[in-house]
């Protein structure tokens, strides 16, 4: 097998695979899956992003974990072949390529595992690292009445993409992002090992791999932790024109118990200004209502911030018991009157709500075009200076897209993941999302992000980047800061080689090969 995998790669100087040889290899490696060529044209060589594109080796759809096994030990006993589980590819910057190597097409085993379990009265699922999480939604809701409890915005993503990140949406606040609700992994080691871990089995390997960035290991199975659905959700947005009063109250929203705040918490900033896209016409929750811009107080600046809040319920709960609800905590918080808006969602549709932003995206060509997004997490001591620069600034006529920011807890994070946090029990999650039609404007904006990022390094802000993305092992270095160390201690014990998640560029391939 080795020997027919060594010919193939060298006839073809690590270019994608000739289609006679494409059916050698998949013999040689004795996989019940499929291989296919590579090739810059396919779905390997891209992703969302839209800014890289390289040439794989092939592609493999494995059928389950030992294939994904055998593809990493096959890796293994060459001198320079890598691997890269491909999730979604909803990456930003190539984190999911592999250049002349390997892609394992994680969605090909996205039916594998799910079975619901309940241990010592809690519930459970466990699912394939390659499912997608909407799936895992419409299943758990539809069959158990249950549902994870932490979740990304939008969920056309794979458990073990965000689990390799971290996962964050506006449940996090209590519960913590994603990779705080999951007990148990099995994971294929760069050494192709297959391994269950959990916090108590190979613990080392768990949490290393949880926010690991593909680098320990490729997650073929997680135990998520799940909770009753609940049938409905009142969603709200509520308007400030003050950034001092949007946070307070953010802040004071995301230290509640629960029972004693919203289930949801999130918000954006959007351009004083009709702009369809960053202006006033991005607030309202439904083509009915409207957004009066009168009710803007003369002393608004340019940018405008909104407050996005949701609250579940019960379809046997009355809806004034909902109202008195949300009047209740409304009562406390500080936004426009004049300016707020709401709706009654069923649980699942409030879940899949970007769904219908990705189909109409879709149908205008904006879903296939360049994505130049950036994601910081900065520390509340931080965070008006970010605002009074970078949003009242540099992006006062917005970003071509949702620029997100909301509170997270650093207590609800396990510091034993490899997860990069800033300092500081309180800090928030910027996202600058944007859509941009394809030519110059796109180096532009890569610019503007590297701006922002110099911006904060110069003015000393305490501040990590989310989905990083760095091209030299010193700023990796910086990223991971004290965690570093720690970091490339689990690199050598489970990924020796630096088969693994190539895309990330944090590790070189070592050419050591196994006696
Ligand atoms: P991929 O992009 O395919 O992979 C990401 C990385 O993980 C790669 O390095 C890959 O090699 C590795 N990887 C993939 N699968 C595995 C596996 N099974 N085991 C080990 N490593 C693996 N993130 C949030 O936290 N919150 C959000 O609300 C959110 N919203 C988003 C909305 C959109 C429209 C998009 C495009 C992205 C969003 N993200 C969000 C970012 C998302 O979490 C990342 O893109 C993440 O990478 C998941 O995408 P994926 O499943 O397509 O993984």
């Known amino acids: 097998m080795i020997a027919c995998l060594g010919r193939i790669v060298q006839d073809t100087d690590a270019d994608s695979i000739p289609d006679d040889d494409v059916s050698t290899l998949s013999e040689s490696l004795d996989l019940q899956g499929t291989i296919e060529s590579g090739g810059i044209t396919g779905v390997a060589g891209k992703d969302f992003g839209g800014l890289y594109s390289v040439k794989p080796l092939a592609l493999i759809k494995p059928s389950g974990t030992e294939d994904i096994a055998r593809v990493v030990k096959a890796a293994s006993q060459t001198s320079h072949l890598t691997v890269a589980a491909r999730g979604n590819g909803h990456s930003i910057n190539g984190q999911a390529m592999a250049d002349g190597g390997f892609v394992i097409d994680m969605r090909s085993t996205e039916e594998n595992h799910f079975k619901p379990l309940t241990i010592d009265g809690s519930h459970y699922i466990d699912v394939s690292g390659g499912a997608l ?69 190979n613990s080392e390997l768990f949490f290393g791999a949880l926010g690991g960035l593909g680098q320990l290991g490729i997650i073929t199975r997680a135990r998520v932790k799940l909770q009753p659905a609940p049938d409905m959700v009142r969603w709200l947005r509520v308007v400030y024109t003050e950034f001092e009063e949007f946070t307070r109250d953010a802040e004071f929203l995301v230290t509640q118990e629960e029972g004693e705040s919203f289930d949801y918490v999130e918000g954006f900033v959007f351009s004083n200004s009709d702009d369809p896209i960053n202006g006033w016409p991005s607030v309202p929750l439904d083509p009915d209502h409207e957004f009066n811009p009168a009710y803007i107080p003369q002393t608004a600046s340019s940018v405008l911030y909104c407050l996005e809040v949701a609250l579940h319920y019960r379809n046997s709960d009355r809806p004034s018991t909902v109202d008195t609800a949300v009047s209740r905590l409304l009562e406390r918080l500080g936004f426009i009157q004049r300016l707020k808006f709401q709706l009654n969602v069923s649980y699942v549709e409030f879940l899949l709500r970007v769904k219908q932003v990705e189909e109409h995206a879709k149908a205008n060509g904006n879903w296939d075009s360049p994505h130049p997004w950036l994601n910081i997490f900065i520390s509340k001591s931080s965070i008006v200076d970010f605002d009074r620069t970078v949003f009242r600034k540099m992006l006062k006529d917005g970003v071509g897209g949702p620029m997100l920011i909301y509170p997270l807890l650093r207590s609800k994070w396990n510091s034993r993941t490899s997860v990069v946090l800033p300092e500081g029990e309180i800090f928030y999650i910027v996202a600058l999302l944007r859509f941009v039609p394809k030519g110059p404007t796109v180096e532009k904006l890569v610019a503007q992000n590297h701006e922002i990022i110099k911006w904060c390094n110069k003015e000393g802000l305490d501040f990590k980047l989310y989905l990083p993305h760095y091209q030299s092992k010193e700023d990796w270095k910086r990223h991971f800061g004290n965690q570093w160390t720690r970091f490339v201690e689990r690199k050598t014990s489970f990924d020796p080689m630096a088969i693994l998640a190539p895309g990330q560029k944090i590790f070189k391939r070592t050419h050591t090969i196994k006696p």
Do not use: H
Not at 169 to 193: C, Y
């Open 133 to 201: 999480w909407e799936d895992v939604l419409r299943r758990c809701v539809s069959m158990f009445r249950l549902a994870p409890r932490s979740w990304t915005d939008y969920l056309s993503l794979t458990v073990g993409g965000t689990l390799s990140n971290a996962g964050v949406s506006g449940q996090a606040f209590r519960f913590g992002p994603q990779t705080s609700n999951v007990t148990e992994l099995e994971v294929v080691t760069g050494k192709g090992e297959i391994t269950v871990c959990s916090a108590t089995q």
